[in-house]
């Protein structure tokens, strides 16, 4: 019996896996990403090295966080002549990325992310934020286009609110399936998050943002005034609120919230 090639590598599905194959593709994301040499990069999910490789052309450092440990001796096989390349075999979603920052050198972040975590990864890498420079990622194209929609958009949700509230978001290009083996049936998309190094509307209170957002957009047919009718009904009667409740939520922009969430944490402290 043939032996097994250690550098072949079916893609498991537990793991959301479908590698990037197309190297016009792979090239045009790293061309976004516009890597330089003494970057401080840090790539989510590497696969079997395809976007990886080029940035290594590119860049002196680059950690990578792999989850799948059949896949790190393949990464290992492949880049260790590098010097400046490590992998950290975690989850990335419990991994501590303040770790790998540094004060004049702020993360870069890239990564073709699965799609069953792809929302909260990107929270638990907003928790990090002030070391953060940028981020480049491949999802799904309807989380793309969610979390660059605007107001009056369609796509347009808590998502998009809370995202940009963090950062500037870019939806850059598509990526259809056939450019992935295994073929997934979906399209996706590249997305670029910049954040804010001072937010345009900061927030008295996130926590309450955050509860006026999940609230306006929980029954976002209904008008303003009957989604967020449990906040409402807290406080004092007859208050004049700073945005038309006869809207939807999907009418109001981001400084509109950010004004509505302000105006209720201070009517919260005068009760």
Same mark, same amino acid.
């Given at each position: 019996m043939? @032996?097994?090639n ?5 893609a498991r ?7 990037l194959v197309d190297?016009?593709?792979? $090239?045009?994301i790293?061309r976004?990403?516009g890597?330089?040499?003494d !970057?401080? %990069? +840090?790539?989510i999910?590497?696969?079997q090295g395809a976007?990886?490789?080029s940035?290594?052309? &590119?860049c002196?450092?680059l950690n990578v966080?792999?989850l799948?440990?059949?896949? %790190?001796?393949i990464?290992?096989v492949?880049f !260790? $002549?590098?010097?400046?390349?490590k992998?950290?075999?975690c ?5 501590d990325f ?8 702020p993360?870069?972040? =890239?990564? @073709? *992310?699965p799609?069953?975590i792809s929302t ?5 890498l907003?928790s990090?934020? !002030? ?11 309807e989380?793309v286009? $969610?979390?660059?929609?605007k107001?009056?958009d369609?796509?347009y949700g #808590?998502? &998009? +609110?809370?995202?940009q509230?963090?950062?500037e978001?870019e !939806?850059?290009?598509?990526v259809?399936p056939?450019?992935?083996? /295994?073929?997934?049936k =979906? +399209?996706?998309?590249? =997305?670029?998050?910049?954040?804010h190094?001072n937010?345009?509307y900061?927030a ?5 943002l955050?509860r +006026?957002?999940?609230l306006?957009?929980?029954q976002?047919?209904?008008?303003? $005034?009957n989604a967020l009718k /449990? *906040?409402?009904e807290?406080?004092?009667e ?9 809207? #939807?939520?999907e009418? *109001?922009?981001?400084?509109?919230f950010v004004?509505l969430a302000?105006q209720?944490?201070e *009517?919260q402290k005068?009760?």
């Open positions: 043939a @032996n097994k250690p550098l072949q590598h079916k599905k537990r793991f959301g896996q479908n590698f190297f016009g593709v792979i $090239r045009h790293v976004a990403i890597p330089q040499t !970057d401080n %990069i +840090v790539e999910g590497p696969g976007i990886t490789a940035l290594l052309e &590119s002196t450092e966080i792999e799948d440990r059949d896949l %790190i001796p990464l290992k492949k !260790d $002549r590098n010097p400046g390349f992998v950290h075999e989850d990335a979603l419990k991994f303040a770790g790998l920052a540094q004060a004049e050198r993360l870069r972040v =890239v990564g @073709n *992310l799609y069953n909260p990864l990107i929270f638990h907003l990090y934020k !002030d070391c953060i420079a940028d981020m480049h990622f491949m999802l799904q194209k989380v286009m $969610r979390l660059a929609a107001p009056g369609k796509n #808590r998502l &998009s +609110v809370m995202a509230y963090w950062c978001t !939806d850059l290009f598509d259809p056939e450019c992935f083996d /295994p073929a997934p =979906v +399209v996706s998309a590249i =997305v670029r998050l910049t954040p190094k937010l345009p900061p008295q209170s996130f926590e309450e955050e +006026v957002v999940k306006a957009f929980s976002r047919r209904k008008t303003l $005034r /449990p *906040l409402l807290t406080l004092p007859n208050t004049e609120l700073c945005v038309d409740l006869g809207c #939807r939520a009418q *109001l922009g981001l400084e509109q004004a302000n209720i944490t *009517l005068l009760a």
